[in-house]
């Protein structure tokens, strides 16, 4: 068990530029996250995919926002004509459903600084 | 819908007294209960969690946090600090039951600063 990672853990870009970020999962887990997160605040749910299904996305993910996984393991987040608002740290958290709750275990995150 | 209070921004404490960190929710339904610690630039990583059976649960490096459901809080404690606790604590709540999607909808609270004084 290598834990989730993400990759790049830091992006600087201008805005209107576009952005991908990766994320890979632990290896047995199905379950896969994506929240932002914004100075002082806790995490918020963007979306949720259950091996290479998205099921359910948060109104916070705007048009300009895409997820894929599809293979139902590592997933990406893709980020169009980027706004100074993105600036944010991304996470991504895995689960599985093989126990009786849903524990979810992060990434070190992704940190976008649009300029 | 379920919401997560954490009315301490920042706590400073001296190294070796005990600290509280608050946490209250709201929820219409049965829930589980998480603490969350990250440290600078670091993703979250998972405390220790309430399920169910004991109101208290414990984690490996002396914190603990108590489930009282009658007052909707789910405080954590350590009865002494180190320099090395020194990170921002997240509470979260998570609905015992998953949405039609199979989701699980976990909501945190805006997080605590602990700021371990030498």
């Known amino acids: 068990d290598t834990g989730v990672s993400q990759d790049p853990r830091h992006k600087i870009t201008k805005r209107g530029q576009n952005v991908t970020f990766r994320c890979d999962p632990i290896?047995?887990?199905?379950?896969l996250y994506w929240y932002r997160q914004t100075l002082g605040q806790g995490p918020e749910f963007l979306t949720y995919?259950?091996?290479?299904?998205?099921?359910?996305k948060s109104r916070l993910l705007s048009n300009r926002f895409s997820a894929e996984r599809p293979k139902g393991s590592f997933s990406t987040l893709e980020i169009q004509r980027t706004e100074q608002g993105d600036s944010a740290m991304y996470l991504c958290?895995?689960?599985?459903?093989?126990?009786?709750?849903?524990?979810?275990?992060f990434g070190p995150g992704t940190r976008l600084t649009v300029l | 819908a379920q919401s997560v209070t954490q009315l301490d921004s920042q706590v400073p404490v001296f190294e070796e007294a005990p600290v509280e960190l608050r946490c209250n929710y709201s929820?219409?339904?049965?829930?589980?209960l998480f603490w969350y610690v990250q440290y600078p630039n670091q993703g979250l990583q998972l405390l220790l969690k309430y399920l169910s059976g004991s109101t208290l649960v414990k984690s490996i490096n002396g914190f603990e946090a108590e489930f009282n459901k009658s007052q909707t809080s789910f405080h954590l404690r350590k009865p002494s600090v180190h320099i090395s606790d020194t990170a921002e604590y997240f509470c979260a709540v998570s609905d015992r039951f998953p949405t039609s999607g199979g989701y699980q909808k976990v909501t945190f609270g805006t997080g605590t600063k602990l700021q371990v004084i030498p």
């Open positions: 290896s047995e887990h199905n379950r």
């Open positions: 995919f259950q091996n290479e299904a998205q099921l359910e």
């Open positions: 958290a895995s689960s599985n459903t093989g126990g009786s709750t849903d524990t979810q275990y």
């Open positions: 929820s219409s339904v049965s829930v589980y």
